[in-house]
């Protein structure tokens, strides 16, 4: 089982970056999929979930309007769209799979956002 998250890096207060999280080894679709950060001294927080059809997301308070989460099952990936970045939104990344039924969680190594001028 993998989760391979990609897209981090440097980017300009206002501006954006898309992250992908690619799943292997186990039924993609069957997963609730989350992104998560973390902050250096700060508890890992949820940013965004989508269901596994893809038709139901969730976002924080902190990131409504600005990111979008969406998924390709096909492709057994989840995304993240960060628009008008923040220096707040300065974090590692996690992808999170979770299968409801069975509580069974995968996580991804993450990946680091910095958002800096």
């Known amino acids: 089982v993998q989760l391979v998250e990609s897209g981090g890096g440097l980017v300009q207060p206002g501006g954006s970056l898309r992250l992908s999280c690619v799943g292997s080894?186990?039924?993609?679709?069957?997963?609730?999929m989350r992104w998560y950060r973390q902050a250096p001294e700060k508890e890992r927080e949820l940013v965004a979930a989508?269901?596994?059809?893809?038709?139901?997301?969730n976002y924080a308070e902190s990131v409504k309007g600005r990111f979008t989460i969406s998924r390709d099952n096909v492709k057994n990936a989840v995304y993240l769209q960060m628009n008008s970045l923040k220096p707040e939104d300065t974090a590692a990344y996690y992808c999170?799979?979770?299968?409801?039924?069975?509580?069974?969680?995968?996580w991804g190594q993450g990946t680091q956002v910095t958002v800096s001028s």
């Open positions: 080894g186990f039924p993609f679709s069957s997963y609730e």
């Open positions: 999170k799979a979770r299968r409801r039924i069975t509580g069974v969680e995968y």
């Open positions: 989508i269901s596994r059809a893809g038709d139901s997301t």
